[in-house]
């Protein structure tokens, strides 16, 4: 499938996060683009796709097909999703086991640049702590592959 539908999104400027086949007879399409999804092109989306499947013989005839966007609670599984989301907080689980609690810095092909960030105190006892000024901690890089789990941490 993705064979036949990167081009057609490569041409809206949108790109395929992944695809998930469940049950047998679930399809779901998950698709970005660089400054985000607007549900008319998830519905364009959905209008190739099942016009390339009807009738294909790849696909049960009562298959179920919903195509939207990863969501925002939803791991990050591409490098390109990483790029809108530079400044921002992630929690990411490594392969090795390890939790981190960073701040996104910089995306490259390969790696991501990161900072630490500490765990924040309560407003009364940051008040009462706090230094006048922040230390800039050090960046480290992190591979893809080095990563299990990466999603954005939301703080209201």
């Not at 400027?13 to 549900?39: A, Q, Y």
């Not at 599984?77 to 086991?97: F, H, M, S, T």
């Amino acid at each position: 499938m993705e064979e036949w539908l990167l081009p057609f999104l490569t041409e809206r400027n949108l790109f395929l996060v992944e695809i998930k086949f469940s049950m047998g007879k679930k399809i779901e399409v998950f698709v970005d683009s660089d400054t985000g999804i607007h549900i008319d092109e998830c519905a364009q989306v959905s209008r190739f796709v099942e016009a390339n499947l009807d009738g294909s013989g790849l696909v049960p005839d009562n298959y179920i097909l919903e195509v939207s966007s990863p969501g925002m609670s939803n791991p990050l599984k591409v490098p390109r999703q990483y790029k809108r989301r530079i400044g921002r907080k992630l929690e990411v689980l490594k392969i090795n086991g390890e939790m981190l609690l960073v701040q996104l810095v910089a995306v490259h092909d390969d790696r991501i640049v990161l900072t630490e960030v500490k765990e924040e105190k309560s407003k009364k006892k940051q008040k009462e702590d706090a230094p006048k000024e922040q230390k800039n901690l050090p960046e480290f890089e992190l591979k893809y592959s080095e990563i299990k789990r990466s999603v954005l941490v939301f703080n209201f």
